[in-house]
């Protein structure tokens, strides 16, 4: 996996390794998204094929590009594929880098 689609999970992959606690709390969590200097998490091309193969992969969450609310946005997108395949997997909005780690750090561990 690699590209700069990979760039929101890359940073946090980065960033685990850098911490002590495992910021995934037990969970299988994907995404996609290219980052900035700055840390906003821009558009990607085939978020539908993602959404599918982290589906299909057992993921329970998915960090997709918000686009700041915009119509058509990755995230809407995401969200519909999601609904489509009838998934479990939760469709997780971002419009930062830091979005995503406050997701992260505020939602419960998995074995509680």
């Given at each position: ?18 911490t002590e606690k495992d910021i995934t ?40 590009p918000n686009e700041d609310g915009r ?42």
């Amino acid at each position: 996996i690699g590209g700069p689609s990979a760039g929101l999970m890359f940073s946090l992959e980065i960033y685990d390794q850098l911490t002590e606690k495992d910021i995934t709390k037990g969970y299988q969590i994907a995404g996609t998204g290219e980052v900035n200097y700055e840390g906003q998490v821009g558009r990607i091309g085939g978020i539908d094929k993602k959404v599918v193969a982290a589906s299909e992969d057992g993921c329970q969450i998915f960090f997709a590009p918000n686009e700041d609310g915009r119509k058509g946005s990755n995230y809407q997108v995401a969200k519909e594929t999601a609904e489509e395949i009838n998934t479990d997997m939760k469709v997780v909005p971002v419009d930062t880098f830091q979005d995503a780690l406050n997701y992260l750090k505020d939602m419960e561990s998995k074995n509680s």
